[in-house]
């Protein structure tokens, strides 16, 4: 089997969604930096990410999208017209000199990983996991939605069966609605209850094929463990995909401040190697996540998982300097645990699984029952 892939731009280094966003950190650049100080990142398994065309952006979004995205990069201004039916111009979607070409960045990245990855491989696109876009309109931070236009992508190319795994600590309500009833495709979502996009409700099933998990707060990582067990790898064998796509969204662990769970990245990785042991073809992708430590350290360890790395418990110094480079506005003059620092690993997270779990697993293994 080839080398994984690693898919990245510059792009990343050099935008933001502007200084008072929740986006306004260092994500994709740290990975690649880190990535390359523990020398884990030779140019052979490393590739630049494509600029979608707004050809192929038309698989899922409207031309009149595409046209109002690319005017509004090109203007540095939206009408309230626009603004109103396209979601361009507010504050979870702000204008920004890179509006268009950076997520059309990530989404030619996602593209070419379905690509790379029909034809047999692991590829991981960091900058992708853009899972709230709709066809006609921005939502939730997400311009345009990469991880539908690889799904398609992959069934354009004849791939049958499509398992979606979103463990992002938001519902992935753009990718639910973009493939609702679709039984080629399999989504199954860990996302904060009560939290926006407030969709993804235990009994929605998305048309038949969507298997959601709401859990509550303080969700840890023995509850995580529960639910893959019990419903996550039970789900997956059972339907037997030809391809996995893992929306590896960092926002779920504890420090982040855009939800209230409290996992570990040790969780997250936990599943990957399972996720690895199931298929020869996956494609792992980015997401949310809102504290450029845990981002970092968490993605960086999704990429030593896939070549095998052993993490070190101490991280080397150059490592660390980055780490410790890292500025965040939210903690400004707070200086970031010492664990952020010297290591990726960070401690577990383990504590009691509680009813509000045991419910969720119980009513998935009644559906599971009623599929065969």
Same mark, same amino acid.
């Given at each position: 089997?080839?080398?994984?892939?690693?898919?990245?731009?510059?792009?990343?280094?050099?935008?933001?969604?502007?200084?008072?966003?929740?986006?306004?950190?260092?994500?994709?650049?740290?990975?690649?930096?880190?990535?390359?100080?523990?020398?884990?990142?030779?140019?052979?398994?490393?590739?630049?990410?494509?600029?979608?065309?707004?050809?192929?952006?038309?698989?899922?979004?409207?031309?009149?999208?595409?046209?109002?995205?690319?005017?509004?990069?090109?203007?540095?201004?939206?009408?309230?017209?626009?603004?109103?039916?396209?979601?361009?111009?507010?504050?979870?979607?702000?204008?920004?000199?890179?509006?268009?070409?950076?997520?059309?960045?990530?989404?030619?990245?996602?593209?070419?990983?379905?690509?790379?990855?029909?034809?047999?491989?692991?590829?991981?696109?960091?900058?992708?996991?853009?899972?709230?876009?709709?066809?006609?309109?921005?939502?939730?931070?997400?311009?345009?939605?990469?991880?539908?236009?690889?799904?398609?992508?992959?069934?354009?190319?004849?791939?049958?069966?499509?398992?979606?795994?979103?463990?992002?600590?938001?519902?992935?309500?753009?990718?639910?609605?973009?493939?609702?009833?679709?039984?080629?495709?399999?989504?199954?979502?860990?996302?904060?209850?009560?939290?926006?996009?407030? &969709?993804?409700? /235990?009994?929605?099933? @998305? $048309? %038949?094929?969507?298997?959601?998990?709401? *859990?509550? #707060?303080?969700?840890?990582?023995?509850?995580?463990?529960?639910?893959?067990?019990?419903?996550?790898?039970?789900?997956?064998?059972?339907?037997?995909?030809?391809?996995?796509?893992?929306?590896?969204?960092?926002?779920?662990?504890?420090?982040?401040?855009?939800?209230?769970?409290?996992?570990?990245?040790?969780?997250?990785?936990?599943?990957?190697?399972?996720?690895?042991?199931? &298929?020869?073809? /996956?494609?792992?992708? @980015? $997401? %949310?996540?809102?504290?450029?430590?845990? *981002?970092? #350290?968490?993605?960086?360890?999704?990429?030593?998982?896939?070549?095998?790395?052993?993490?070190?418990?101490?991280?080397?110094?150059?490592?660390?300097?980055?780490?410790?480079?890292?500025?965040?506005?939210?903690?400004?003059?707070?200086?970031?645990?010492?664990?952020?620092?010297?290591?990726?690993?960070?401690?577990?997270?383990?504590?009691?699984?509680?009813?509000?779990?045991?419910?969720?697993?119980?009513?998935?293994?009644?559906?599971?029952?009623?599929?065969?």
């Amino acid at each position: 089997m080839p080398a994984p892939i690693l898919i990245g731009s510059e792009i990343y280094r050099g935008s933001s969604y502007g200084l008072k966003h929740p986006l306004a950190i260092p994500r994709v650049s740290s990975v690649l930096d880190l990535c390359r100080a523990l020398g884990w990142l030779p140019e052979a398994q490393y590739r630049v990410s494509p600029r979608a065309k707004p050809a192929a952006l038309t698989g899922f979004h409207t031309e009149r999208y595409i046209n109002a995205l690319q005017e509004a990069e090109n203007a540095q201004y939206v009408s309230e017209d626009t603004r109103a039916r396209h979601g361009l111009g507010t504050l979870s979607n702000p204008v920004f000199p890179e509006m268009y070409r950076r997520p059309a960045t990530a989404a030619g990245g996602s593209i070419l990983g379905a690509e790379l990855v029909a034809r047999g491989g692991v590829v991981f696109n960091p900058g992708g996991g853009t899972h709230h876009g709709f066809p006609d309109r921005a939502n939730g931070f997400c311009y345009l939605n990469d991880p539908v236009l690889a799904i398609k992508r992959l069934l354009a190319l004849g791939v049958g069966r499509v398992a979606y795994v979103d463990i992002d600590a938001h519902h992935c309500d753009g990718v639910e609605a973009a493939f609702a009833g679709e039984d080629r495709v399999r989504l199954i979502s860990i996302h904060e209850q009560t939290r926006w996009p407030f &969709t993804g409700a /235990l009994y929605d099933t @998305g $048309g %038949g094929n969507a298997f959601n998990l709401p *859990v509550p #707060r303080g969700f840890n990582d023995s509850e995580f463990n529960a639910l893959r067990e019990a419903v996550i790898l039970p789900l997956l064998s059972d339907f037997n995909p030809d391809i996995i796509v893992l929306q590896c969204g960092a926002d779920a662990v504890e420090e982040d401040p855009l939800s209230r769970l409290a996992l570990s990245n040790n969780a997250h990785w936990h599943l990957l190697r399972d996720l690895m042991g199931l &298929t020869d073809k /996956l494609l792992v992708l @980015g $997401g %949310g996540g809102y504290n450029p430590w845990s *981002v970092a #350290r968490l993605w960086t360890g999704v990429w030593a998982v896939l070549n095998g790395h052993e993490i070190p418990e101490t991280s080397p110094q150059d490592a660390q300097e980055l780490l410790g480079n890292l500025h965040w506005t939210r903690k400004a003059g707070q200086p970031p645990a010492r664990h952020w620092i010297t290591t990726l690993r960070d401690p577990a997270r383990p504590g009691p699984v509680r009813d509000e779990i045991w419910q969720v697993i119980a009513h998935m293994q009644r559906r599971m029952a009623a599929l065969t």
